[in-house]
């Protein structure tokens, strides 16, 4: 049988998402080993899309096979027992065979989370990044769209980005703010390395006044990463939904709205 799940995590304490051969702390290799104990049986997980070191998901969607007679309260429950704190089940879903979390999705989701303040808060500081300069979300809103629609973002990729094509499809792009709150959300059908980070980045450095609204225009053709901004800090950066065709009836994506305001993206 195979199943989907969606996974919630606080990436803070997390090497990122991919197991590795090291002995160093994942969010696959605690979902896996939740997994393994209430199947009695090792468990391989597949996911949509692999997080970096300090990077949270409040939607994060895996599939795995099992042989395992058990219920899906028994997995989710089950699963959560075993594992810490800080990495989650919000559910787990019978799926056919033809599903697959990567290949099978349509397009993915993140925000970006921005506390606006002269001081960094003591509270937040691991779930989002901090900035001291007034930013002007008008000025941020202007120059981020200039990413939507299809283009090369060489500018905004990492340099040791392994994907075969910097092309890519932005399908939403929307800057909100509450208070000293900022954040903001990408949809695209994929994101090359470290690219709502390296965005964020350059979005800052519009928004206080550093650099000018046409310059993300001037990135996405000048297709060099050396000239945009400086990457942002992991820790403000949530994977925050997975969409798949409808013929998988999954459940939606909208568990960060309840967090930081309104809607994700739009449907």
């Known amino acids: 049988m195979r199943y989907a799940a969606c996974v919630e995590y606080d990436g803070s304490n997390f090497s990122g998402w ?37 990077v949270h998901a409040s939607h994060q969607i895996i599939h795995f096979d099992s042989t ?14 075993f594992m810490p704190h800080d990495v989650r089940l919000l559910w787990v879903e019978p799926v056919s065979d033809e599903f697959h979390a990567r290949f099978s999705a349509l397009s993915r989701s993140y925000r970006f989370v921005i506390y606006n303040a002269p001081i960094q808060s003591a509270l ?10 007034p930013l002007d979300i008008e000025r941020m809103q202007k120059a ?21 094509s ?12 509450q208070g000293d709150w900022i954040w903001f959300d990408v949809k695209a059908n994929a ?18 006044g550093k650099r000018e609204i046409d310059w993300f225009s001037e990135l996405l053709e000048v297709k060099d990463r ?13 994977l925050a939904g997975v969409d798949y065709p409808a013929e998988f009836t999954l459940p939606s994506n909208n568990k960060l709205v309840s967090y930081w305001g309104e809607q994700l993206v739009s449907d």
């Open 166 to 177: 910097p092309v890519r499809t932005m399908l939403h792009f929307n800057l909100c703010r």
């Open 226 to 238: 050396k000239l945009a901004g400086v990457t942002a800090p992991p820790h403000g950066l949530y």
């Open 18 to 54: 991919q197991a590795q051969k090291h002995n160093v702390r994942t969010v696959q290799g605690e979902v896996e080993a939740g997994l393994s104990k209430v199947a009695d049986e090792p468990v391989a997980i597949i996911t949509a899309g692999r997080t970096d070191t300090g």
């Open 191 to 208: 994101f090359l390395q470290h690219m709502v980070r390296n965005i964020a980045g350059c979005l800052i450095e519009v928004g206080c």
């Open 68 to 81: 395992a007679d058990r219920s899906l309260f028994a997995w989710c429950r089950g699963a959560n027992r």
């Open 124 to 133: 937040f500081r691991s779930l989002s990044t901090h900035e001291y300069r």
């Open 144 to 164: 981020g769209s200039a990413l939507l629609g299809e283009h090369d973002f060489t500018s905004f990729r990492a340099a040791g980005c392994q994907a075969h």
